[in-house]
């Protein structure tokens, strides 16, 4: 089976290169931007990441990493357990009250055509963003948000603790940075950063 991973690391195709060298299988990187000719037949939105697997290709980071953890068996619980659901609400949490609120902001920096912007409303989502943190901390269960292993909402999550940085939500929630900060420590994930 061959998979190839489409999106450069500096989208949220990170997250499935991620989880590849977590689960280190074989791929293929092709680290193209959003809208390239690479794409074609892949993304109809021409958004990053597509993976490609045996020319069925999947879409949307959340979608790539549920099915490669799902077929490996291995950084999620298994699907209809009480662990699953608990590690598919820790993943909607992230990706409602952290990923969208910095896709927001991101559209009202640079996305959006000007005259749409509303830079005014940075202020309220870093706000938001600080105390979805400080929510998502108190519900960690050891060292993970699920206890003593890294799973789908940690991607996730510390993916977007990284992008916050970036972003200039400097005001975070101390647990969730210390956190972030771990993760980002493990050796697969300095393997897909160097990937840049």
């Not at 597509?50 to 099915?67: E, F, H, K």
């Not at 609120?101 to 005259?115: D, G, I, Q």
């Not at 050891?142 to 977007?160: E, F, N, Q, R, S």
């Not at 970036?166 to 210390?178: K, Q, T």
């Amino acid at each position: 089976m061959t998979l190839t991973l489409y999106g450069t690391s500096h989208t949220r195709a990170f997250r499935p290169l991620w989880l590849l060298e977590e689960l280190g299988i074989d791929f293929v990187h092709n680290p193209c931007p959003p809208h390239a000719a690479d794409l074609a037949g892949r993304s109809a939105s021409g958004k990053v990441p597509a993976l490609d697997v045996d020319g069925t290709a999947v879409t949307d980071s959340t979608a790539i990493l549920t099915y490669l953890a799902d077929r490996e068996g291995r950084f999620t619980h298994p699907a209809g357990t009480l662990e699953r659901a608990r590690q598919d609400a820790l993943t909607q949490m992230a990706l409602d009250e952290l990923d969208a609120v910095l896709w927001t902001a991101a559209r009202h920096s640079f996305v959006l055509p000007e005259e749409r912007r509303v830079p005014q409303v940075k202020d309220s989502l870093k706000w938001e963003f600080r105390r979805s943190t400080a929510r998502l901390t108190e519900r960690m269960a050891g060292p993970y948000l699920m206890g003593d292993d890294l799973t789908v909402p940690d991607i996730v999550a510390v993916h977007c603790g990284g992008w916050a940085k970036v972003a200039g939500f400097d005001d975070l929630d101390p647990g969730f940075v210390e956190y972030v900060t771990r993760v980002r420590g493990r050796d697969a994930f300095r393997r897909a950063a160097a990937r840049a």
